[in-house]
C-alpha cells in the first residue's frame, strides 16, 4: 500500500466522522430509504430537483453504518450537486469505488454502493417506475 491509499483511506475516515451533507431536507421533491441487510447499514436520501426536475439541486442524508457505507454516502450527496437527474441513473459500482479510491472487498461493495442504490431508486419512484413503498434492499 502506498501513500496514496493512506490518502484515500484518511479521506473515507473523514467523512465517516464528518459526514458532508448529513440532514434531511424539510420538502424534498423525492426521499427514499434503503439497507444492507448483511451488516445492517441504513440510508435514507432526500433529494431536490430544479424547477424542470431535470438538475439535482440539494442532497441530504441520513441513516446509520460502517465507515465505508456513511462515508461513501457523504461523497456521494457531494458529487450528486448539480448533476443531471439522468446521470445519476447512469452511475454504477466501478464509478462509486472509484470515487471512495481505495479497493473494496466484494463483500464490503453492497455497503459501499447502498446510496447510490438508494438515490437511484428514489429517482425511479419519483418517475413512477418504481413502488413507492419499496425499500432498497442490497443483494446478499
Excluded: W
Excluded at 496514496?4 to 421533491?29: A, C, F, T, V, W
Excluded at 439535482?56 to 461523497?75: H, K, L, P, Q, Y
Excluded at 459500482?93 to 472509484?98: E, N
Aim: hydrophobic share 35%.
Amino acid at each position: 500500500m502506498g501513500l496514496g491509499s493512506d490518502m484515500y483511506r484518511q479521506q473515507i475516515l473523514d467523512h465517516y466522522k464528518n459526514p458532508r451533507n448529513y440532514g434531511e431536507i424539510e420538502d424534498p421533491d423525492f426521499t427514499h430509504v434503503g439497507e444492507n441487510p448483511s451488516c445492517g447499514d441504513t440510508i435514507r436520501m432526500d433529494v431536490e430537483l430544479d424547477d424542470a426536475g431535470e438538475t439535482i439541486e440539494a442532497v441530504r442524508f441520513t441513516g446509520d453504518g460502517c465507515a465505508i457505507s456513511m462515508a461513501s454516502a457523504s461523497m456521494l450527496s457531494e458529487r450528486l450537486h448539480g448533476m443531471p437527474v439522468d446521470d445519476l441513473d447512469a452511475l454504477d459500482t466501478d464509478d462509486v469505488t472509484d470515487m471512495l479510491g481505495v479497493d473494496i472487498s466484494p463483500m464490503r461493495v453492497k455497503c459501499a454502493v447502498l446510496g447510490r442504490q438508494v438515490a437511484q431508486d428514489g429517482a425511479k419512484i419519483h418517475r413512477g417506475e418504481l413502488d413507492p413503498d419499496d425499500r432498497t434492499v442490497t443483494e446478499e
